[in-house]
C-alpha cells in the first residue's frame, strides 16, 4: 500500500493527541451506522496503530487488524498485549499486491487509508470479495480539497463520484455524510471529513 516505508519510520511516534483527536471522531461516526454487530466479526483495513477499531472492539465479535507496515502492527500487538485484549487478531499484509480470499468479514472499515491508495478500484474491488453478502464497507476519509497539491496522497474524495466507482463495483445501498470540519487537519490546511456506507 501507498507510503508503507514512511509509517514503517513513524509507527512509535504514530500516536500524538491530533492522531487520537481524529481516531475517536472516526469511530464515533462508525459507530453510527453499527446495527446489531455483537456477533459480526469486523476488519480494521489499513489501521495503523489501530487507533479506530481498539475503539470498536466492544461493537464486535472479533476485529482484525491489517495493515502493511509490521512496525504499525507491532504496536497493536503491544496494545493488545497490554490491555489483554481478547477478541482482536493482527495480519501484515498488502492487498495491492495479493489477493485476500482465506476469509470472510462482516464489516470493513478503513479511516484515513484511501488517499493512500493508488488504484482506489481494485482495492475496494478486492474488499468487496472479502466480505459476506450483506456485509458493509464503511470509509471515513477527507473531502476533496483543492487547496493540497501532493503526489503522496489523493487531495480527498468528491463523496458523489466516490460513490459511482462503489457502484460500479457492485456495492448497493450507498450513503455518505460529511461529519466534521477541522482546522488544518489535512496536510496543514483546514479540512472536513466524510463517511461513506456501502452494502454488499
Not at 43 to 57: K, Q, W
Amino acid at each position: 500500500m501507498g507510503n508503507t516505508d514512511k509509517f514503517e519510520m513513524i509507527a512509535n511516534i504514530y500516536d500524538t493527541s491530533e492522531r487520537i483527536h481524529i481516531a475517536n471522531l472516526s469511530s464515533n461516526a462508525i459507530r453510527e451506522y453499527l446495527v446489531d454487530t455483537k456477533d459480526k466479526n469486523a476488519m480494521d483495513f489499513g489501521c495503523g496503530t489501530g487507533l479506530v477499531g481498539l475503539n470498536l472492539l466492544d461493537d464486535f465479535n472479533s476485529i482484525l487488524f491489517l495493515d502493511t507496515s509490521q512496525n504499525m502492527i507491532d504496536q497493536i500487538n503491544q496494545k493488545i498485549i497490554d490491555s489483554n485484549v481478547q477478541n482482536a487478531s493482527t495480519r501484515c499484509f498488502d492487498i495491492e499486491k495479493d489477493s485476500l480470499l482465506d476469509f470472510k468479514v462482516d464489516y470493513i472499515f478503513m479511516a484515513q487509508v484511501l488517499l493512500h491508495i493508488k488504484d482506489v478500484e481494485v482495492v475496494l474491488s478486492r474488499l468487496y470479495e472479502i466480505l459476506n453478502d450483506n456485509g458493509h464497507l464503511l470509509i471515513v476519509d477527507f473531502d476533496k480539497n483543492e487547496k493540497i497539491i501532493t503526489d503522496m496522497v489523493h487531495n480527498g474524495f468528491d463523496q458523489s463520484e466516490l460513490s459511482e466507482i462503489i457502484s460500479k463495483i457492485g456495492y448497493k445501498n450507498i450513503q455518505s455524510k460529511t461529519f466534521y470540519s477541522g482546522d488544518k487537519i489535512f496536510m496543514g490546511q483546514d479540512a472536513s471529513m466524510f463517511i461513506l456506507d456501502a452494502m454488499k
